[in-house]
């Protein structure tokens, strides 16, 4: 069954530090959401691409965010620099295409950021 | 801000029990899903249900939906140890794009 690819699946960084994230969504899925989510929470968009165009990125923190999709697949979510309160889970989520409304989406594994 | 919020917050069960969660959400959906994250994983979809729609089936799982009380609940029958998991209801974002906003979730465990 194919599936969401995301690594590493665990980083720690110091605070002012860049880090990287990086998802491979399953095989012909338009649609790729970047999820942030604190530990006893549930999780809330940061961006949404469609194919390689921002849908929405209104929640995505743009001093220190950048979140990318060049080709249309696979994507890549930057934090320049790091601060204590990114500390989180970073989910990779996709789906078919944007019809309109609200679709099953696929996860992935996530990613673990501990910021020192 | 979060559209979804589950009741209980916490529940524990034996094995072979039913269990129930409840999402009661703010503004009017297109559909609502259910999703289980297991500790430190990413999520699974389980179920989704469309406002149209008042109850779905899916295995041991059972679900409904009351667009009046703008409220669903999940029903798991028959639980075992590996239904452990945190579950969480989430609907539609009302703003761009299609993406979902999710409750707090029910951390469900089930005891052998």
């Known amino acids: 069954e194919a599936e969401v690819a995301q690594s590493p699946r665990y980083k720690i960084t110091e605070k002012s530090q860049a880090v990287a994230f990086w998802c491979d969504p399953i095989?012909?899925?338009?649609?790729l959401y970047w999820y942030r989510q604190i530990l006893g929470q549930g999780p809330e968009l940061l961006v949404q691409?469609?194919?390689?165009?921002?849908?929405?990125d209104s929640q995505l923190p743009k001093d220190r965010f950048s979140a990318e999709r060049l080709k249309g697949v696979d994507s890549t979510l930057k934090i320049q620099p790091a601060e204590l309160g990114d500390s989180a889970m970073y989910l990779c989520?996709?789906?078919?295409?944007?019809?309109?409304?609200?679709?099953?989406?696929?996860f992935g594994p996530g990613t673990r950021l501990t910021v020192l | 801000s979060q559209q979804g919020e589950e009741d209980p917050q916490a529940l524990s069960i034996q094995e072979g029990e039913n269990a129930t969660m409840n999402c009661s959400y703010k503004?009017?959906?297109?559909?609502l899903q259910w999703y289980r994250q297991n500790s430190g994983r990413g999520l699974v979809h389980l179920i989704l249900?469309?406002?149209?729609?008042r109850e779905k089936h899916s295995g041991r799982l059972r679900v409904t939906l009351d667009t009046s009380k703008k409220s669903s609940s999940l029903l798991i029958t028959a639980s075992r140890a590996a239904d452990t998991a945190s579950y969480f209801c989430?609907?539609?974002?009302?703003?761009?794009?299609?993406?979902?906003?999710f409750g707090k979730g029910t951390t469900l465990s089930v005891s052998s």
């Open positions: 989430a609907t539609d974002f009302n703003q761009a794009g299609t993406a979902l906003i």
């Open positions: 249900i469309r406002s149209n729609e």
């Open positions: 095989s012909g899925h338009a649609t």
């Open positions: 691409f469609q194919d390689e165009s921002v849908v929405d």
């Open positions: 503004t009017s959906i297109n559909n």
């Open positions: 989520a996709s789906s078919l295409r944007d019809r309109g409304f609200t679709d099953t989406q696929y």
